[in-house]
T-cell receptor, first 110, second 112 residues
Framework: AQSVTQLDSHVSVSEGTPVLLRCNYS??????LFWYVQHPNKGLQLLLK??????LVKGINGFEAEFKKSETSFHLTKPSAHMSDAAEYFC????????FGAGTRLTVKP | DGGITQSPKYLFRKEGQNVTLSCEQN?????MYWYRQDPGQGLRLIYY???????QKGDIAEGYSVSREKKESFPLTVTSAQKNPTAFYLC???????????FGQGTRLTVV
């Protein structure tokens, strides 16, 4: 069975500093991996996806993630946080079905 | 514009009443899904449909029902059997089963 663990329920950074949101997964197959962002009372928007091509994946709004099979990780990063990045972020693993992590709430301080 | 439309955005229900949440997509996607979101718990799958006239239970289907009579539509009924229905409900679709999903804006259901 597949699963996904987001290692931090809440991350707080200052504007202009780097962002790191951590995600570990387990899967018996070759999964697809996604990061979604959710602003309050809104639906989820796809940030980026990994589907067995390049291991470093670039997404929207300056985010990127690196697929590391040996570490079963898919951490999300951004070099410089912006106030508009404050939101909930979900890591998702998909092979026979789709599993969501519990989410990481990102706070950006001015 | 292509996308997924959920309605209404806010819904209030009295205890003991059934209520239906609407989900329509014009993306020509075969697969559609309903998720429930509670604070701090991520998204949990209620029902999914891979094709018209077919649907399957997800992890938390008890107290819910769905239909898929048209490719574009996947309504969710929250029945009186659902003991704790207050939540944020999200509908999604994908071109094929469990591929990249596109989400609606959600319906917040409150039982009063």
């Amino acid at each position: 069975a597949q699963s996904v663990t987001q290692l931090d329920s809440h991350v707080s950074v200052s504007e202009g500093t780097p962002v790191l949101l951590r995600c570990n997964y387990s899967s018996s197959y070759s999964p697809s991996l996604f990061w979604y962002v959710q602003h309050p009372n809104k639906g989820l928007q796809l940030l980026l996806k990994y589907t067995s091509a390049a291991t470093l994946v670039k997404g929207i709004n300056g985010f990127e993630a690196e697929f590391k099979k040996s570490e079963t990780s898919f951490h999300l990063t951004k070099p410089s946080a912006h106030m508009s990045d404050a939101a909930e972020y979900f890591c998702v693993v998909s092979d026979r079905d789709m599993r969501f992590g519990a989410g990481t709430r990102l706070t950006v301080k001015p | 514009d292509g996308g997924i439309t959920q309605s209404p955005k806010y819904l209030f229900r009295k205890e003991g009443q059934n209520v239906t949440l609407s989900c329509e997509q014009n993306l020509n996607h075969d697969a559609m899904y309903w998720y429930r979101q509670d604070p701090g718990q991520g998204l949990r799958l209620i029902y999914y449909s891979q094709i018209v006239n077919d649907f399957q239970k997800g992890d938390i289907a008890e107290g819910y029902s769905v239909s898929r009579e048209k490719k574009e539509s996947f309504p969710l009924t929250v029945t009186s059997a659902q003991k704790n229905p207050t939540a944020f409900y999200l509908c999604a679709s994908s071109i094929v089963f469990f591929a990249e999903a596109f989400f609606g804006q959600g319906t917040r259901l409150t039982v009063v």
